[in-house]
């Protein structure tokens, strides 16, 4: 809870590009780009978002910057998912910058599928 508050306060005062969202179907048909935080287990467990750009959970900067960078056009806009929430969270205020626009999905996977979407089977 603690990093949601400090990205709300960033937010508020203009200084990062992050958003934040319910993890509902609606907010989620906004998104061309979607990036699943998430880890092989946890996507096994609930099934994914169509489309949605699969990067492994890492909390090194420079990695997940490459990663995302290889998979998504980041001069547009892109929401970010994990299983609740929190490591949506952390890896978009590692990964801030001027001149991205993210939006965290907030309260992940589980609110979305509890708020009825239908996810899409994940093969590895």
């Known amino acids: 809870m603690k990093l949601f508050a400090i990205i709300s306060f960033c937010v508020s005062l203009g200084m990062c590009a992050i958003q934040t969202l319910p993890a509902t179907p609606a907010?989620?048909?906004?998104?061309?780009?979607?990036?699943?935080?998430?880890?092989?287990?946890?996507?096994?467990?609930?099934?994914?978002?169509?489309?949605?750009?699969?990067?492994?959970?890492?909390?090194?900067?420079?990695?997940?910057?490459r990663d995302i960078n290889l998979q998504?056009?980041?001069?547009?806009?892109?929401?970010?998912?994990?299983?609740?929430g929190r490591k949506s969270a952390f890896v978009a205020e590692l990964i801030d910058a001027p001149d991205l626009n993210i939006t965290v999905l907030d309260g992940g996977m589980k609110k979305l599928i509890n708020h009825g979407y239908i996810t899409a089977p994940y093969k590895d």
Do not use: M
Request: net charge positive.
């Open 72 to 84: 998504i056009d980041t001069s547009k806009p892109f929401a970010i998912i994990c299983r609740s």
């Open 27 to 65: 907010n989620v048909n906004i998104f061309s780009q979607i990036v699943d935080i998430r880890i092989d287990i946890e996507r096994q467990e609930t099934g994914i978002i169509k489309d949605a750009k699969l990067i492994k959970f890492n909390k090194d900067k420079k990695n997940l910057i």
